[in-house]
């Protein structure tokens, strides 16, 4: 931990205490900033983060602009997209997110209140602020000679027929005929999507979009990636050996 780090913290609460820090305070304080030395080096690079509300109905992204380890709150930017009323945002519980080196920091605090001036969120601070390694899930692309369809059931409106490109235990790529741009958004909740396997094995899962693309060529198709949500581990079992089977068979 670079000492310069250490002093400006340790400067920055004596300044809202406006009292001396005793030698045991400043151990702990030290204690505390390698804790959080993850958040720090976030604010210190004004590195962008992920904001999802618990729902995942929204999405944004934001900064951390202050960790006060007196009150023990962490202070992000406003987020964007900007929003109209950002106070409606207190109370509710958000997922941080941030991706470094193969690794993914994922935290959740709660929304304490919303500040003016300047412009910016007030969170509890988190217990748990460490990376760890994002999940690998072996995936499989796949090619005309071997397509496996998926049905797709989004809240409303007509499912989606479609054909999978790739798949994991995690989640899956499809493409869908047309254009259904205007029918998406990321993290859009999806009621059922229905998997047949090639030997006619059919799964059934909730998602949740987590990206789209729009192509013309050589056919109109929008082409969504979907994560899993709620399976159970025998059907991941299941799909892990349709990859494992396939790629064998390659």
């Known amino acids: 931990m670079p000492i310069g780090i250490f002093n400006r913290v340790l400067s920055q609460l004596s300044r809202q205490k406006n009292e001396p820090e005793p030698e045991a305070s400043k151990d702990r304080l030290f ?15 004004r590195q962008l983060i992920e904001v999802v509300t618990e729902d995942r109905s929204n999405s944004f992204q934001s ?25 409606t945002l207190i109370g ?4 941080l997110r941030h991706h470094y080196n193969r690794q993914l920091l994922e935290i959740s605090s709660d929304i304490v209140g919303w500040e003016e001036e300047p412009r910016s969120f007030l969170l ?4 748990d602020v460490s990376y760890r390694p994002r999940r690998q899930q072996q ?8 397509v496996i369809k998926a049905t797709v059931h989004p809240p409303y409106g007509a499912p989606w027929y479609s054909s999978v490109s790739n798949i994991s235990s995690g989640g899956m790529r499809i493409l869908v005929t047309g254009d259904l741009r205007n029918n998406l958004h990321k993290n859009k909740s999806l009621k059922d999507c229905h998997i047949v396997l090639d030997n006619q094995l059919q799964l059934h899962t909730p998602g949740r979009v987590k990206a789209f693309t729009y192509a013309g060529r050589p056919y109109r198709r929008t ?6 949500e709620q399976m159970d581990e025998a059907n991941q079992e299941i799909i892990a050996q349709f990859i494992c089977h396939q790629t064998e068979a390659a």
Request: charged fraction near 25%; include cysteine.
């Open 223 to 228: 082409e969504i990636s979907i994560a899993f």
């Open 31 to 45: 204690a505390q900033i390698h804790h959080y030395s993850a958040l720090i080096r976030l604010q210190d690079e």
């Open 124 to 127: 509890d601070l988190p217990e």
């Open 139 to 146: 995936r499989i692309k796949l090619t005309a000679n071997r």
């Open 63 to 87: 900064m951390i602009i202050g960790i006060d380890l007196y009150h023990q709150q962490l202070i992000i930017d406003e987020v964007s997209p900007k929003l109209r009323a950002p106070e």
């Open 92 to 95: 509710k519980r958000v997922c």
